[in-house]
C-alpha cells in the first residue's frame, strides 16, 4: 500500500508532458470552465485584468509626458512621446478628411493601448505559475494568461468598439436616412436593394471580424512559439540550452517589430473604416 501511495504521489507531482505544459498555459482563468465552443456566459477575468492593466499605465504615461511637457529642447521621452503623437496626427490627417477633433487622439489611444497590451508577451512564459506556486496560491490561479490581445475575446471586443464608432460616424456624417439609403442604393443602385444590404452587411462584419482576427493570430503564434522555445530550454542538453537561448533570443528580437508593428495596423485599419464613414459612394 505504501509502495502505491508513493508511486501515485510521484506520478501526480511528475513533469507535464508537452502538450500538458502547453495547453496548461493557454488556459485562462475564467469564472467557470468552458465545456462549450461558444459560452457567453464565460468571462477570462485575466483578460480583463490585464488589458484594464495596460490601459491604466498608458493613461500614466500620457498624462506624464503632458505633465512634464516643456517648449524648451524635449527630454529623451518627451521626444518619444512627440514622435508617436505626429505619426498618429499625420496618418489621421492624410485618411480621414473631416473633423479629427476626436479621432486622432482616439487613434493615438488605440496604438498605445494595443502596443502595451501586445508588449505583455515579453514577460517570461514562466513567472506568473512560479509566482503563485512560490506564495501558495496556484489552487487558485490554475491557470492564468497575461496577453490580452492572444484572447480572441480580448480583440473582438475592441474590433466590436471600432465597429460601434463606424456605425456612429456613418449615422453622424451622413444622417440616420442617408446611412440607411446607402446601405440600401451603395454600390449597384436602389434597383438591387436587397443585394446592395447583404453586401454592406457582410463588408461591416467582415471588417470587425478580419480586424480583431489579425491581431488575435499573430499574438497567439508569437505567444504559442514563445512556449515552444521554452520547452527546448526543458530538455536538459547542451543544444537544447543553446538553442533556446539563441531562438528566445533571436524571436524576442524579432517578436518587438510584431508587437508594434500589429498596433500600427490595427490603428491604421481603425482610421480607414472610420475614414470611409466620412465619404459617399
Known amino acids: 500500500m505504501a509502495t502505491e501511495m508513493a508511486t501515485a504521489g510521484a506520478a501526480h507531482h511528475a513533469a507535464p508532458t508537452a502538450s500538458e505544459y502547453i495547453v496548461h498555459h493557454l488556459g485562462h482563468f475564467s469564472t467557470k ?17 490585464w488589458s ?9 504615461f500620457m498624462w506624464l509626458a503632458a505633465r512634464k511637457a516643456t ?3 524635449p527630454g529623451r521621452f518627451q521626444a518619444a512621446v512627440e514622435m508617436v503623437v505626429e505619426m498618429v496626427d499625420n496618418q489621421a490627417k492624410s485618411i480621414v478628411h473631416g473633423d479629427r477633433t476626436f479621432i486622432a487622439p482616439l487613434a493615438l489611444t ?36 497575461v496577453v490580452p490581445t492572444a484572447d480572441l475575446n480580448g480583440t473582438m471586443g475592441i474590433a466590436l468598439g ?3 464608432l463606424m456605425i456612429f460616424y456613418n449615422i453622424k456624417i451622413k444622417g440616420a436616412g442617408g446611412f440607411v439609403h446607402e446601405l440600401f ?4 443602385g436602389i434597383w438591387l436593394a436587397p443585394f446592395n444590404l447583404l453586401l454592406n452587411m457582410i463588408e461591416f462584419a467582415a471588417k470587425t471580424v478580419s480586424l480583431a482576427m489579425r491581431l488575435f493570430g499573430n499574438m497567439y503564434a508569437g505567444e504559442l512559439l514563445f512556449l515552444l522555445i521554452a520547452l527546448l530550454g526543458s530538455t536538459a542538453t547542451a543544444f ?3 538553442g533556446h537561448v539563441v531562438a528566445g533570443t ?20 481603425t482610421l480607414v473604416y472610420i475614414g470611409q464613414a466620412h465619404e459617399g459612394h
Open 52 to 60: 484594464i492593466f495596460a490601459g491604466v499605465v498608458g493613461c500614466f
Open 110 to 145: 488605440v496604438f498605445v493601448w494595443v502596443a502595451l497590451m501586445n508588449s505583455l508577451d515579453f514577460l517570461p512564459v514562466d513567472m506568473f505559475s512560479a509566482f503563485f506556486h512560490a506564495v501558495g496560491i496556484d489552487h487558485i490561479f490554475p491557470y492564468h494568461r
Open 162 to 164: 471600432v465597429f460601434a
Open 185 to 188: 442604393a451603395a454600390p449597384f
Open 33 to 49: 470552465h468552458q465545456d462549450k465552443i461558444v459560452d457567453f456566459s464565460i468571462i477570462n477575468m485575466d483578460t480583463i485584468f
Open 71 to 73: 517648449s524648451g529642447v
Open 240 to 242: 537544447g540550452f543553446f
Open 250 to 269: 533571436l524571436w524576442a528580437i524579432f517578436h518587438i517589430l510584431i508587437v508594434f508593428l500589429q498596433a500600427f495596423i490595427f490603428m491604421m485599419l
